[in-house]
């Protein structure tokens, strides 16, 4: 909890686009006269943009700051010059774990993209760190594992999706003997619209071409095959303890309403909103409380809403990796390696867009573990059967 009026904030992925957004976040908040409290941003970790996190370093002067490679370790001091000897610098792949154990702080915002994310989540939650959450992969892959670190450290889980956020907002007034089922938001991705014929030829410039969110390439380009949505029916799940067969996924273009929750009686509660990152991340660092925002609010007038079912021959992934969701164990760590490589390989048009549920398929049918029992998965499980399908993906020829 925020001492003395002061809430400290440490944030991994600074430089990519939730990290970026949450600093913005940041000014807007300790500019208010109405925030709740002033953000201290008491740490950063980043990959390799040293430029902008140098400029973060300046204008948010962190206590402490984690480089993802050792050898850029002189380049940054020389970037940050006499601000160095006031920043303590971790640098490699144990460096955000190293940040949180060193640096005191009350919220971590995980914005870092990959099973990278997964350590330094188990890592703050254990801690007693509360943990705003925009790292798909912690849950997707580790959501046993993230469940015993909550148990352990006592702290609190708060998504930063905007669809988990509007879902962790829409549950607090819903007793769970009143809810049926919750259903998630897709905006369909960039191909939604094309002929599915022409699917498979689809090249990486029309892609990630989103019709809604700016994004980065990977997440760009699961929306379009929606293993994104998978991943979200998989973090919905661990996130609120809510049966497979209880989420649906309905498409709707307009990313306007980013979840609803329908009761046993019929009735229908919506969470509405600009699609605009830095609604939720706002949420999550003041959270429990409120406060004002100067991001433009949603205008009603002149509304239109359109939803439309899930087509399965349109994303043949979606259904994949959701089943590897309900398989459990390290299947669900073998999908996200095997979807991320083969996201790497079609944007480096080593394969074609249709390859990519093929590729993901083929791993799945590979994979030789069992399904472990949640309380005995380990991290070193996870961890290996990511290791295989990253393996398996990079080797993988279409026939």
């Not at 160095?84 to 702080?105: K, M, R, S, W, Y």
């Not at 450290?153 to 708060?158: H, I, K, Q, T, V």
């Not at 992934?317 to 390989?345: H, I, M, Q, S, Y």
Request: charged fraction near 25%.
């Amino acid at each position: 909890m925020p001492t003395e009026g002061i809430k400290r904030v440490i944030v991994l992925g600074s430089t990519g686009s939730i990290g970026t957004q949450t600093l913005d976040v940041v000014r807007a908040l300790n500019a208010s006269p109405e925030s709740p409290f002033t953000i201290e941003v008491v740490g950063l970790a980043a990959g390799r943009n040293l430029p902008l996190l140098a400029d973060q370093v300046r204008a948010f002067r962190p206590k402490g700051v984690a480089i993802a490679r050792d050898g850029d370790l002189s380049a940054l001091r020389r970037r940050l010059g006499d601000l160095a000897d006031q920043t303590e610098i971790f640098a490699g792949p144990q460096g955000p774990n190293e940040l949180l154990g060193t640096i005191p702080a009350d919220l971590v915002v995980n914005g870092l993209v990959g099973a990278a994310g997964l350590r330094p989540t188990l890592a703050a939650l254990e801690r007693g760190i509360d943990v705003a959450l925009a790292n798909k992969e912690s849950l997707v892959i580790g959501g046993p594992l993230v469940q015993r670190a909550l148990q352990k450290g006592g702290a609190r889980l708060l998504p930063i999706d905007s669809e988990h956020s509007a879902l962790f907002q829409l549950l607090q007034g819903c007793p769970p003997n009143e809810v049926r089922r919750v259903v998630l938001t897709a905006s369909g991705g960039a191909l939604r619209d094309r002929p599915l014929e022409r699917i498979p030829q689809a090249t990486p410039e029309d892609v990630l071409k989103h019709p809604t969110w700016a994004m980065g390439a990977r997440i760009t380009v699961d929306s379009a095959t929606l293993v994104n949505k998978a991943f979200e029916v998989i973090e919905a799940h661990w996130l609120f303890g809510i049966p497979w067969e209880r989420i649906g996924v309905v498409v709707h273009p307009q990313s306007v309403v980013h979840a609803l929750v329908e009761l046993v009686d019929g009735s229908l509660l919506a969470h509405l909103g600009e699609p605009d990152m830095r609604v939720p991340i706002q949420y999550a660092l003041t959270y429990p409380e409120r406060a004002a925002h100067p991001w433009a609010p949603l205008r009603l007038e002149g509304l239109s809403l359109e939803f439309r079912a899930l087509e399965p021959e349109r994303y043949p992934a979606f259904g994949l990796v959701v089943e590897a969701g309900r398989r459990g164990g390290t299947f669900p760590a073998a999908a996200n390696a095997a979807d991320e490589v083969a996201v790497e390989r079609f944007l480096r048009r080593e394969i074609d867009f249709g390859s990519i549920p093929r590729l993901l398929e083929a791993a799945l049918e590979a994979h030789e573990a069992q399904a472990v029992p949640p309380e005995r998965l380990r991290l070193s499980d996870v961890l290996e059967a990511d290791r295989w399908a990253r393996a398996f993906a990079r080797e993988w020829a279409p026939r």
